[in-house]
């Protein structure tokens, strides 16, 4: 019964190049979530997807990130020209719908780092 | 935006000592979670509270959800060595729509 699977969990990148992070849901999940965690701070909302719909993307920056939650496949987070403020702990979780107690599970992070 | 306001940031305590943080909010928030986070690891769910005035335990942990909805505080009783990490209160503003507000965070250190 796996959890919410996160990958690479940890990623370096040039300043400039592209950065793709990569989530599989729980089984049975149809919701997913991206959050980003700056060193010593707590977890900010970044974006919230349905399959092929991204439902509130109030978090995200408005250039160079994108999220998507294809038909197939994994959600993917992308970056591109990344900068040295991209650096952080990037958490994507999942739940099965909406909903009063319909509990956030959250994946182990991919940790972007950029040089 | 929304912001949470946790305290204390941190704490040293000596084991077997119990430990109180809190989260305070100028927004009402409809549910108010607790997790806790281990160096380079995700979050991992210890309570949730979805009424205000609710009061509930898991294990040596309470929480409660403040009955004006603008605050709630984690409890642990009698700290062991594997209760140390990052303590994080989360709310959700409109009940099911899953977008969470974080705290800062309480950093917990145990000295055996």
């Known amino acids: 019964n796996a959890g919410v699977m996160q990958n690479p969990r940890h990623l370096v990148r040039r300043r400039g190049q592209e950065a793709r992070l990569r989530c599989s849901p729980m089984?049975?999940?149809?919701?997913v979530y991206w959050y980003r965690q700056l060193p010593e701070e707590g977890l900010k909302f970044m974006v919230y997807?349905?399959?092929?719909?991204?439902?509130?993307e109030s978090g995200m920056p408005k250039e160079r990130f994108s999220a998507e939650f294809p038909k197939e496949g994994p959600s993917i987070l992308r970056i591109q020209q990344v900068v040295r403020g991209d650096s952080a702990a990037y958490f994507c979780?999942?739940?099965?719908?909406?909903?009063?107690?319909?509990?956030?599970?959250f994946g182990e992070g991919s940790w972007l780092t950029v040089v | 935006g929304q912001q949470l306001n946790q305290s204390p940031q941190s704490m040293f305590i000596q084991e077997g000592e119990d430990v109180s943080m809190n989260c305070t909010s100028s927004s009402i928030f409809n549910t108010w979670l607790w997790y806790k986070q281990d160096p380079g690891e995700g979050p991992v769910l210890l309570i949730a509270?979805?009424?205000?005035?609710e009061l509930t335990s898991n294990g040596r942990l309470t929480a409660q959800f403040g009955i004006t909805r603008k605050d709630s505080f984690l409890n642990i009783s009698a700290s062991i060595p594997s209760d140390v990490g990052i303590y994080f209160c989360a709310g959700q503003l409109i009940q099911g729509a899953q977008k969470l507000v974080f705290g800062q965070g309480t950093r917990l250190t145990i000295n055996p």
């Open positions: 509270l979805y009424k205000a005035g």
């Open positions: 979780a999942s739940s099965p719908a909406t909903g009063r107690g319909n509990t956030i599970y």
């Open positions: 089984k049975g999940h149809s919701h």
């Open positions: 997807l349905q399959k092929e719909n991204i439902i509130d």
